[in-house]
T-cell receptor
């Protein structure tokens, strides 16, 4: 099945710093989503981005489907950005819509 | 804004007992999913449901698991005889009119099996 690799696994930042999280996937995808898992365990939708670039406030994401990767940019990080960021994909021509998750990037933003 | 809701938020049960986890998907969505996340691990797909039947299930979704949409709004996951290793966060998700549409997740039910 499709493999989803996220890097780095852990990231520690000072408040105000910028960061880039990466998601590589091993096959073509129909759907790619980025989530933030907050300290209470909730999965918050950040982006639905099977291709192209989107921005939402301090966050933006780019997916280059032909090269099988996606990037999540966090600018001017805040302590509330802490948590785990997951990338998840739906394999094109494979599964019927089920998301395959990466292992996540654990982000800690220090004041 | 419409959202997926789940009840209960936390369930504690004894090994061997049956549990039912409940979800109310977003009202006009057609595709429904259950995922689970063992503490500290990644989120794993369990089952998808469309047009009142299972579309796909993972190898985790064995005979002790079942899903049902008993009415027009609820979507349930039943675990018949819980095991210690069933302890996890269970997420319900729904998506709109295509199986590749964006999936929206509920807040999860934390299941603890003692």
């Amino acid at each position: 099945g499709i493999q989803v690799e996220q890097s780095p696994p852990d990231l520690i930042l000072q408040e105000g710093a910028n960061s880039t999280l990466r998601c590589n996937f091993s096959d073509s995808v129909n759907n790619l989503q980025w989530f933030h898992q907050n300290p209470w365990g909730q999965l918050i939708n950040l982006f639905y981005i099977p291709s192209g670039t989107k921005q939402n406030g301090r966050l933006s994401a780019t997916t280059v489907a032909t090269e099988r990767y996606s990037l999540l940019y966090i600018s001017s990080s805040q302590t509330t950005d802490s948590g785990v960021y997951f990338c998840a994909v739906v394999n094109y021509g494979g599964s019927q819509g089920n998301l395959i998750f990466g292992k996540g990037t654990k982000l800690s933003v220090k004041p | 804004e419409p959202e997926v809701t789940q009840t209960p938020s936390h369930q504690v049960t004894q090994m061997g007992q049956e549990v039912i986890l409940r979800c109310v998907p977003i009202s006009n969505h057609l595709y429904f999913y259950w995922y689970r996340q063992i503490l500290g691990q990644k989120v794993e797909f369990l089952v998808s449901f469309y047009n009142n039947e299972i579309s796909e299930k993972s190898e985790i979704f064995d005979d002790q698991f079942s899903v049902e949409r008993p009415d027009g709004s609820n979507f349930t996951l039943k675990i018949r005889s819980t095991k210690l290793e069933d302890s996890a966060m269970y997420f319900c998700a729904s998506s709109g009119h295509r199986e590749i549409d964006e999936q929206f997740f509920g807040p999860g039910t934390r299941l603890t099996v003692l």
